[in-house]
């Protein structure tokens, strides 16, 4: 059974360019949420989707999108790089089903540099 | 709003010995608790969880949680650690009653076993 799967693992970008990062959710799963991890940090939250559709959002800029495919695997995309942008993104899903009692399975994740 | 404070960025404890990893948390809902193990270049693995019912939750290899609603914490505990405990740990906190979808994670315990 294929965990969360996130492409590509490593990922070198200039300031400016734009980036895109992938997810596969668990089989079964139909929901994908996305985390940025700074270095020394914990995790924070980005947005969630569902049913093709950002259901919540954190406090991250416009520059960070996302979107959801009728297969539910889930793209970031990230304009205008900064340099702070620098980060390991993690994609978790899980299940609306009781979505409450429904922890989030994380992928590896992809860790993005910024030059 | 919900937060996670963890009170000790590191801990090192010697091979065999207990640990105590603290978790202290803030939300004016009921809320669910998770603890997650970061192993050097990977995601996110869930160790345990609180959702309702007995406060003392348990994993698999050995560690233990107790959640305390007065004292608003939920410490991470193992009566005798080895050396492949070595990692990062997190914990998180989530709010559905609140509507809240996504986890909010603390700062993260820096684990060392020593020989």
């Known amino acids: 059974d294929a965990g969360v799967t996130q492409s590509p693992t490593h990922l070198i970008k200039t300031r400016g360019q734009q980036v895109t990062l992938r997810c596969s959710p668990k089989s079964g799963h139909d929901t994908v949420s996305w985390y940025q991890q700074a270095l020394g940090q914990g995790p924070q939250f980005i947005f969630q989707y569902y049913e093709e559709e950002e259901r919540q959002r954190g406090n991250f800029p416009d520059r960070f999108s996302g979107h959801q495919f009728p297969n539910y695997s889930s793209e970031l995309n990230v304009n205008a790089l900064l340099l702070g942008d620098s980060a390991l993104y993690l994609c978790?899903?899980?299940?609306?089903?009781?979505?409450?009692?429904?922890?989030?399975?994380f992928g590896d994740g992809t860790r993005l540099s910024i030059l | 709003a919900q937060s996670v404070t963890q009170l000790d960025s590191q801990v090192p404890v010697f091979e065999e010995a207990p640990v105590e990893l603290r978790c202290n948390y803030s939300?004016?809902?009921?809320?669910?608790l998770f603890w997650y193990v970061q192993y050097p270049n990977q995601g996110l693995q869930l160790l345990l969880k609180?959702?309702?019912?007995?406060?003392l939750v348990e994993s698999i290899n050995g560690f233990e949680a107790e959640f305390n609603k007065s004292q608003t914490s939920f410490h991470l505990r193992k009566p005798s650690v080895h050396i492949s405990d070595t990692a990062e740990y997190f914990c998180a906190v989530t709010s559905p009653e609140a509507g809240s979808y996504q986890l909010t994670f603390g700062k993260g315990t820096k684990l060392s076993v020593i020989p």
């Open positions: 939300s004016s809902v009921s809320v669910y």
């Open positions: 609180y959702l309702s019912g007995s406060t």
């Open positions: 978790a899903s899980s299940t609306t089903q009781g979505f409450s009692n429904q922890p989030q399975h």
